[in-house]
C-alpha cells in the first residue's frame, strides 16, 4: 500500500519584516565598503601628488559615488522586500534586491538553529538567525532582526523542530 505525500507547502509571502535598524546596518556596511575601496586610491593619489595618473582620480570619485548611491537607495529597498516567518510547517524567507530569493525550509528538514551578532550588528542591538537544512541549497539566513527577537526565534525554533518528527535528512 503506497503512502499518500504530504501535502505541498503554500507559496505565500512571508508576514514579518526584519527590523527597521537593518536600514542603518546595510548603510554602515556600505560605509565600510566606502571606506575600504576608496581610501588606498586616495592615499595613492596624496602619495603620487601632481605625478599620479588622471585614471585614478575618476576611479576613486566613480567609486565613492557608486559606493555612496548604493548606500542611500539600496537599504531602504532592502528593508521593503526583505520578510521572513516561521509557522509550524515551514521557514519561509524573501531576500534580495536585484535578484530576489524566497526560500520555504520545511520544519521537519531543519538540523541547526543558531544566531549570530556581528560588530555593527551589537552596535545596533540587532542578530542573524541561521536555519541550517538537509538541503543542497544550504542555509537559510534571516538577517536584520532585532537580537531579542532572534534570540525568541531560535527558541522557538529549536522547541518546534524538537518537536517535530523526522531525522532532518
Same mark, same amino acid.
Given at each position: @500500500?503506497?503512502?499518500?505525500?504530504?501535502?505541498?507547502?503554500?507559496?505565500?509571502?512571508?508576514?514579518?519584516?526584519?527590523?527597521?535598524? !537593518?536600514?542603518?546596518?546595510?548603510? %554602515?556596511?556600505?560605509?565600510?565598503?566606502?571606506?575600504?575601496?576608496?581610501?588606498? $586610491?586616495?592615499? =595613492? %593619489?596624496?602619495? @603620487?601628488?601632481?605625478?599620479?595618473?588622471?585614471?585614478?582620480?575618476?576611479? !576613486?570619485?566613480?567609486?565613492?559615488?557608486?559606493?555612496?548611491?548604493?548606500?542611500?537607495?539600496?537599504?531602504?529597498?532592502?528593508?521593503?522586500?526583505?520578510?521572513?516567518? =516561521?509557522?509550524?510547517?515551514?521557514?519561509?524567507?524573501?531576500?534580495?534586491?536585484?535578484?530576489?530569493?524566497?526560500?520555504?525550509?520545511?520544519?521537519?528538514?531543519?538540523?541547526? =538553529?543558531?544566531?549570530?551578532?556581528?560588530?555593527?550588528? $551589537?552596535?545596533?542591538?540587532?542578530?542573524? =538567525?541561521?536555519?541550517?537544512?538537509?538541503?543542497?541549497?544550504?542555509?537559510?539566513?534571516?538577517?536584520?532582526?532585532?537580537?531579542?527577537?532572534?534570540?525568541? %526565534?531560535?527558541?522557538?525554533?529549536?522547541?518546534?523542530?524538537?518537536?517535530?518528527?523526522?531525522?532532518?535528512?
Amino acid at each position: @500500500m503506497a503512502t499518500a505525500a504530504p501535502p505541498a507547502l503554500p507559496l505565500r509571502p512571508p508576514a514579518h519584516q526584519v527590523s527597521p535598524r !537593518a536600514v542603518r546596518w546595510w548603510q %554602515l556596511r556600505a560605509a565600510l565598503t566606502l571606506v575600504v575601496l576608496v581610501v588606498p $586610491q586616495v592615499v =595613492v %593619489l596624496v602619495v @603620487m601628488g601632481a605625478g599620479a595618473p588622471g585614471w585614478l582620480t575618476w576611479t !576613486a570619485t566613480a567609486t565613492a559615488v557608486a559606493t555612496l548611491g548604493y548606500a542611500i537607495l539600496v537599504p531602504p529597498l532592502l528593508y521593503r522586500i526583505h520578510r521572513w516567518e =516561521v509557522t509550524p510547517e515551514a521557514v519561509y524567507t524573501l531576500s534580495g534586491w536585484l535578484v530576489r530569493e524566497w526560500r520555504i525550509a520545511p520544519i521537519s528538514r531543519v538540523q541547526t =538553529v543558531d544566531t549570530e551578532h556581528g560588530p555593527l550588528q $551589537q552596535l545596533l542591538k540587532l542578530a542573524t =538567525v541561521t536555519v541550517t537544512t538537509a538541503s543542497a541549497r544550504g542555509p537559510v539566513k534571516i538577517s536584520g532582526l532585532e537580537a531579542h527577537a532572534a534570540a525568541e %526565534l531560535a527558541r522557538t525554533l529549536t522547541e518546534t523542530t524538537q518537536a517535530t518528527p523526522g531525522d532532518a535528512t
